[in-house]
Nanobody
Framework: QVQLVESGGGLVEPGGSLTLSCAAS????????MAWFRQAPGKEREFVAA????????PLADSVKGRFAISKDNRKNIVTLQMNSLKPEDTAVYYC???????????????????WGQGTQVTVSS
């Protein structure tokens, strides 16, 4: 049974940093494409970042380029989202997602991912 558990969320001031982690279990981690999505109150869930070593791709949403970075540790089965220069508009619940079969064109779409975590809240406010 695949399990994804996010951690690291919290309250941070604008301009600050947070590191989110997603611990994966019940899967062959090296085979999986991992991603982060987020959902702000009253808004649709949106793509943030993905990493696929199989496809050699790690896209980021335009809104986070230059500020966020995604990485994958295959020894620890953890995917990390490093978030710098945070803005109030980054406030959202952040979700980890995984797929073993996703193709390149699906990386930015929720429908491409078969496993999801419960989410972790990130609030950027002074």
């Amino acid at each position: 049974q695949v399990q994804l558990v996010e951690s690291g969320g919290g309250l941070v001031e604008p301009g600050g940093s947070l590191t989110l982690s997603c611990a994966a279990s019940g899967l062959t981690f090296t085979r999986y494409t991992m991603a982060w999505f987020r959902q702000a109150p009253g808004k649709e869930r949106e793509f943030v970042a993905a990493i696929s070593q199989r496809m050699g791709s790690s896209p980021l949403a335009d809104s986070v380029k230059g500020r966020f970075a995604i990485s994958k540790d295959n020894r620890k089965n953890i995917v990390t989202l490093q978030m710098n220069s945070l803005k109030p508009e980054d406030t959202a619940v952040y979700y980890c997602a995984a797929s073993a079969t996703i193709i390149m064109s699906q990386l930015r779409f929720q429908s491409g991912y078969s496993h999801w975590g419960q989410g972790t809240q990130v609030t950027v406010s002074s």
